[in-house]
C-alpha cells in the first residue's frame, strides 16, 4: 500500500511555501496546480475489470450474501458510470449490463440470474441509476417494471403503513414486505431510490420528504441520522432525546435525498444541512462519529463518506455555498483517497464493519469520489 506520509508532507509543504515567501519579503507565487486524478482513476478501473467474471458480473470473495453477485456487480456498474460519460464505457461494461438484464427481465427486480436477492432494492436503484448515467437503452417495459417496483417496495399504505408514523415513506432492506414487517428504514436506501427514480413521482417524493422529517435535526444542528428509530444501533453516533446524532455519511445522504427531490440550494432544509457539513465536514474520517468507538465507525464509513460527499459537491454546483465547500475540501479528499490507493490499482478499509474491507466495494466507492473530484476540477 502507499505510504500516506510523503502525499501528507508534500501537501502540507505546499500550503506553506506562500506564508514563506511573505515572511521572506517575496512576492507569493501561486500554489502548483493539483495532480491529475485520471492515473488513479484509471489503475482502478484496471484492477475493477481484471476481476470481472467471463460472464460480465461480479462476485464477492469476502461476504456469503455478496457472491451471488447482483449486489456487487450493480455498485460496480454504478461506481465505473461515474468514470465514464454516455457512449465511452467499455464492452465490459455492456456485459455486465447483460448479465443483470436477463435476470431483471426474468424476475421484475435486479437479482442474480438464479432468482437469489442481495439487496435487492440497492441493486435494483442502481442499476436504473448506471444505466441513465451510461445513456445505454433500456427497454421501456422493463424500466417501468423496475422503476414500479422500487415504488412498491416504499413503506406507505400498501403495507398497512399510515402517515404520522415513522417509517412511513421509507424503504428497507425487505423492500416493503406486507404486514408492517420493516428491518428499519434508513437514509442511505432513501437517497438511493431516489436518485434512481427521479422527481417525477410526486407522491413517492412526498412520502420520501415527510419521512427524511423524521431523520433531520431541524429543529437543531440540521444534520441528519440514518433511521428515525432513535435508539437504534444502527445510528451510529448515538441518540439523544429519542432522536439519532447527525454524521456525516447519514448528513451527506440527506443532502443527496434532498437534491433528489428536487429542492433547491436556498430550501431551508438544504441549507441547514449545508449548514452542519460547513461545520464538521472531514477528510480522513467520517464526522460526527467518536474517534473512541470501538466499532470504528468513523472510519468503516470512509469509502461511502467520500464518495456521496464528492457526490453532494455536485449537486448544486453554481451555487456559491456548494462552490465554497467543494473548493475547501475537493483537493484534500483527493489526495487522502489517492493516498490510501493500494499498488494493484484497488482500495480496501482495514475496518470491516461496513464491508469495505472487500475491494469489490471500496473500489467502486472511491473511483465515484476521484471521478466527481475530477469533474468538479474541470
Known sequence: MRSWMPTRLRSVCLCLLPLLALASGLP??????????????????????????EAGSWHSEYYGNLRSGAGIS????????????????????????????????AHGVVCAPDGSRDYPVYATALYLSAVRRLDVPLEDSLRVTLRGWLVAAQLCERQ??????????????????????????????????????????????ARALRWAAGVQALPGDGGFCFTPAGSDPANKAGAAEQRGLSYGSATVDGLRLLGAAGLAADH?????????LEQH?????????????????????????????????????????????????????????????????SWSNPEPNMREDDPLVATPLALIALAELERWRE
Request: aromatic share 10%.
Open 28 to 53: 507569493a507565487s501561486p500554489p502548483p496546480p493539483p495532480p491529475p486524478l485520471r492515473p488513479s482513476i484509471e489503475a482502478g478501473v484496471d484492477y475493477l475489470l481484471a476481476c470481472q467474471s
Open 74 to 105: 450493480s455498485l460496480v456498474l454504478y461506481g465505473l458510470a461515474h468514470v465514464y460519460g454516455s457512449g465511452e464505457a467499455p464492452a465490459a461494461l455492456a456485459g455486465c449490463r447483460a448479465w443483470l438484464l436477463q435476470a431483471a427481465q
Open 160 to 205: 398497512g403503513w399510515r402517515p404520522g408514523e415513522a417509517e412511513f415513506g421509507g424503504w428497507d432492506f425487505l423492500a416493503g414486505a406486507p404486514g408492517r414487517n420493516s428491518a428499519g428504514s434508513n437514509i442511505s436506501l432513501g437517497a438511493c431510490v431516489l436518485e434512481a427514480l427521479g422527481s417525477g413521482d410526486s407522491l413517492s417524493v
Open 268 to 276: 431551508p432544509r438544504v441549507e441547514a444541512a449545508l449548514g452542519w
Open 281 to 345: 465536514a472531514t477528510v480522513a474520517e467520517v464526522p460526527g462519529l467518536r474517534d473512541d468507538d470501538p466499532d470504528r465507525w468513523s472510519q468503516a464509513l470512509f469509502y461511502y463518506y467520500a464518495a456521496m460527499l464528492a457526490k453532494v459537491f455536485q449537486q448544486w454546483p453554481e451555487e456559491p455555498r456548494w462552490a465554497a465547500l467543494a473548493r475547501k475540501w475537493g483537493a484534500s479528499l483527493a489526495l487522502e483517497i489517492e493516498a490510501r490507493q493500494e499498488s494493484d490499482g
